[in-house]
């Protein structure tokens, strides 16, 4: 990117009452209704994001009901339901995939490009992702025996949708494997046979799906307890070290990694990382009830200085705001947290620029 230390998001931001009650159609509304609801909620989000100075923006994922289950508007072969252990939406693969209408992620990226001049960030589920969170061992089994089958047909139809993500203008193409990532964290890894094929094989899904496209950065979210700490879920331990061989590996331009939480080791880890990788360095801790502040979020980042050059990296917060449906967040909260990652940017770009 041309400028130093652009201020980013990484997809999510909060869902209010008001915009959970139109994914959940309530109340039923017209279709022409709907839209143009929906549309003022998300002028409101690109809004907050470029009042609080950012440089990339999304449109909060606001219109997936599910961001993982947005799959299943672009292809037919699955059953949607809640999930009974928790009530969030519950995707499964049932059938074998047929494309529907494609273009649903697109029109996102088309609306969010039409009202802003800043860069538009759009965001895409990994295909072996997909696998480890849609696929069951008995409910998919008539249709995919083997889990990597199912992640293999995810690719052609994700690919479809990249390249009409591509003609709406988007910047970046995010693609989120918070799975991958997981494969730092020796709990994780004891739980596979084969825990290095288990993560090459995510990193060749991704390549199938961003091989040969042009024009568009495409970049990689790995986040492994950030998303749990807002959730109240189990955080994951270790540092990048196990999967460097896999990072080095992806075709992609960009990799969003999370670096506020110790867990996360030290920076000297980006050393071993390729040259060409730009670095979205996850300086801004997503924590509900934890303030941050301009000089703490600098210090962070000058502690990779210590080992990438000022013009590889992007300040983002570690995750998404929002990292799963059931997530509880105040939005006057992350609007300051993000209004202190871009005055962070103007400090840094006056120092290093």
């Not at 994914?23 to 998300?42: F, K």
Request: charged content about 25%.
């Amino acid at each position: 990117m041309a400028q130093l230390f652009p201020a980013s998001v990484v997809g999510s931001l909060p869902r209010s009452a008001f915009v959970l009650d139109l994914i959940n159609g309530r109340p039923a509304l017209s279709p022409a209704r709907h839209e143009a609801e929906m549309d003022a909620a998300i002028r409101y989000a690109v809004a907050l994001q470029e009042h609080a100075g950012l440089d990339v923006v999304t449109d909060g994922e606001w219109r997936r009901k599910s961001y993982i289950g947005v799959i299943a508007e672009l292809a037919h072969g699955f059953a949607l339901g809640v999930n009974p252990l928790d009530g969030r939406p519950w995707t499964i693969v049932t059938d074998k995939l047929t494309p529907a209408q494609p273009g649903f992620i697109a029109r996102e990226a088309r609306f969010v490009r039409s009202i802003t001049r800043r860069q538009v960030k759009i965001t895409l589920p990994a295909p072996a992702l997909l696998g480890e969170r849609l696929w069951h061992p008995e409910q998919s089994a008539k249709a995919y025996p083997a889990r990597d089958d199912f992640v293999r047909d995810c690719v052609p139809i994700l690919r479809r949708e990249i390249e009409l993500i591509k003609e709406s203008g988007a910047d970046i193409v995010q693609i989120d494997d918070p799975h991958l990532c997981l494969f730092v964290d020796p709990a994780v890894r004891s739980e596979y046979a084969d825990p290095d094929r288990a993560a090459d094989f995510a990193v060749d899904m991704i390549n199938q799906l961003v091989d040969g496209f042009t024009g568009v950065n495409f970049a990689v979210h790995l986040c492994r307890r950030a998303g749990a700490r807002v959730r109240g879920e189990r955080r994951h331990a270790g540092g990048y070290g196990p999967i460097l061989g896999q990072l080095n590996r992806l075709r992609v331009r960009h990799l969003t990694m999370e670096f506020t939480h110790p867990d996360a080791g030290d920076a000297a880890v980006f050393r071993r990382l390729r040259p060409d990788l730009e670095i979205g360095l996850g300086c801004i801790d997503v924590t509900p009830g934890l303030e941050e502040t301009v000089a703490g979020v600098v210090a962070r980042v000058e502690q990779a200085l210590k080992h990438l050059e000022p013009e590889r990296i992007t300040l983002n917060p570690d995750c998404g705001f929002a990292p799963g449906s059931a997530a509880k967040l105040d939005m006057d909260e992350v609007y300051a947290k993000l209004k202190v990652e871009a005055e962070a940017a103007a400090v840094l770009r006056a120092r290093y620029g």
